[in-house]
């Protein structure tokens, strides 16, 4: 599966912003889909993740109650809703997907797109 991760860009302190995660090939619904997020000097972290009929999702503690995952595998994509952004929300964020993920990391989650960067001033 290919990946192709859009939306990003510069927002202000408790704006919104919508990621959205184009992906190829007829397989979609059996991946596990999620979005991580990798700062300057800093590993890349898990920030949400949702099974494959979106029956079930999982959100990093630092974005729990402000993200929103959610898909659609009729348009083979994944989308990622953030709100109330904060500065430590900037990242550059990837789209990722897999087949056995253990859930809530990104354990598995086996391929990944090119990010799209995230800003939010204070």
């Known amino acids: 599966v290919q990946l192709q991760a859009s939306g990003g860009g510069l927002v202000q302190a408790g704006g919104s912003l919508s990621l959205s995660c184009a992906a190829s090939?007829?397989?979609?619904?059996?991946?596990?889909m999620g979005w991580l997020r990798q700062a300057p000097g800093k590993e890349r972290e898990f920030v949400a993740a949702?099974?494959?009929?979106?029956?079930?999702?999982y959100y990093a503690d630092s974005v729990k109650g402000r993200f929103t995952i959610s898909r659609d595998n009729a348009k083979n994509t994944v989308y990622l809703q953030m709100n109330s952004l904060k500065p430590e929300d900037t990242a550059e964020y990837y789209c990722a997907a897999g087949i056995t993920v253990v859930a809530g990391t990104s354990n598995g989650m086996d391929y990944w797109g090119k990010g799209t960067q995230v800003t939010v001033s204070s």
């Open positions: 949702i099974s494959w009929n979106g029956g079930s999702s």
């Open positions: 090939g007829r397989t979609f619904s059996r991946y596990v």
